[in-house]
Structures are given as C-alpha cells and as structure tokens.
C-alpha cells in the first residue's frame, strides 16, 4: 500500500510535464455503511472519506481513474437502548481502480475494483467504550464497485458510489458458514465531491475555449485574394 501510495504521488505531481496525457486532483465526501452478516442491518455507520486520484482519457468516451483514499466502514446498531447498542469502526487505506464511461453529456459511469489495508478496527458492545475488534478483522479487503457522477461545474463533480465486499472481511464467530454466507461483508455507500486540480485542459468534460476555435480556416476563408 504505501508502494502505491508513492507511485500515485509521483503521477500526480508529474501532472503539468504531461499536460495532454493525464489529470489529477483531490475529493472528500462522507460514507454511510453496514456490515453484512453481524446481524445489525441499515447504513447507520457514518464515516468520512477522503483523498486524491489520478486519470488518463483512453478514448472519447471512457476514462481510466486511480484513487488513493482514506475511508471510514463498520456498523451501528441505530439504537439508544444499551441493550442491543453496537458499533464498529473500521478505517481503511483504500486504493480503487476503475473505468467512467461518460454519456449524457454530463454524466458517467463508473465500475471497477478496490483494495483495502485495514488500519484500525475497534467495536463498542453495549456502549462501554470503543474496544480492540474481537474477532479481528482480516487485513486486507478487496471489493467491487459501481458508481454514477455528475458535474456541477467544469472542474467540480459530484460521485455517487456502492462499493461491497468481494471477499469476507471477517469470518462468523465459531467460523460458521451459511451456503454463500461465508463471513461478514462490507456495504458501502460514498457521496464525494472531485475537484480536478491537475491538467484542467483535458477534463472531458469541459467545453471547449477559444484556442479550439477553427481560426486558420476562418482567415483563409475570409482573406483577400
């Protein structure tokens, strides 16, 4: 993780020597999660989610994106009775890869994979306070991810995204499996705003300036002979 963390680093920065190649920037958001299999359901766990991200045009309509993010997931029980009052917090280092395929004008599509270093896990059973996660959660998670974005202005978009564990990120107390149900899962929901910092120029979606503009054939046309 930290190898990838170093390479999107240097894209980012290379960015203005490869002003026609590549775009970059920054995005923040809040995530609203659930933990598939802890029998607490709902997206009651509210997090943040933050990072910056790297994109190269591979044709008209379809981008290629990398992402180096730092993401709040667990759980929450979404009750004040210390009876049944539960709550994970997960945080993760997570690295998604995806494609946007662009469309409407104003909106794309976006799927693609993600991986996860998990950095911190603690659960608070009965609300005495945030404890070391027992089981513990896997280290790595790797998870699909689908998503819609739109733009509000010509470098600011707004993201939409569901993001599910591919993989269990922690097994079922005892190790119990339930058919397909082979441990605990992460569901995720992000709303995120992009700002394109990076090679402005090459935001597909921007319209174009008055340097795209068909001024040599406007003056051969309109010249005297």
């Not at 790297?54 to 309509?61: E, G, P, Q, S």
Request: hydrophobic content about 40%; some cysteine.
């Amino acid at each position: 993780m930290k190898r990838a963390l170093l390479i999107l680093i240097i894209l980012l920065t290379s960015q203005f020597g490869f002003t026609q190649t590549f775009g970059g920037g920054i995005f923040a958001g809040l995530s609203a999660s659930q933990l598939d299999g802890d029998n607490w359901g709902g997206y009651h766990k509210a997090g943040l989610s933050f990072g910056i991200y790297t994109n190269v045009m591979l044709n008209k309509y379809i981008d290629a994106q990398m992402e180096l993010k730092y993401i709040q997931k667990g759980s929450s029980s979404n009750s004040e009775e210390l009876a049944v009052f539960y709550v994970s917090k997960l945080n993760y280092i997570e690295l998604p890869i995806f494609l946007k395929y662009r469309f409407l004008n104003k909106f794309s599509a976006n799927i693609g994979l993600a991986l996860g270093s998990l950095q911190k896990a603690t659960e608070d059973k009965g609300g005495y306070g945030d404890e070391p996660a027992f089981p513990e959660f896997n280290q790595f998670e790797f998870s699909g991810l689908v998503g819609v974005e739109y733009k509000i202005l010509e470098n600011l978009l707004f993201n939409v995204r569901f993001n599910y564990s591919i993989l269990p990120v922690r097994a079922h107390p005892g190790d119990q499996t339930y058919f397909l149900n082979k441990g605990q899962y992460n569901n995720v929901l992000t709303f995120a705003v992009y700002f394109q910092l990076a090679n402005p120029n090459n935001n597909p979606y921007a319209k174009r300036g008055k340097k795209d503009c068909d001024c040599d054939n406007r003056r051969k046309r309109f010249s005297l002979r």
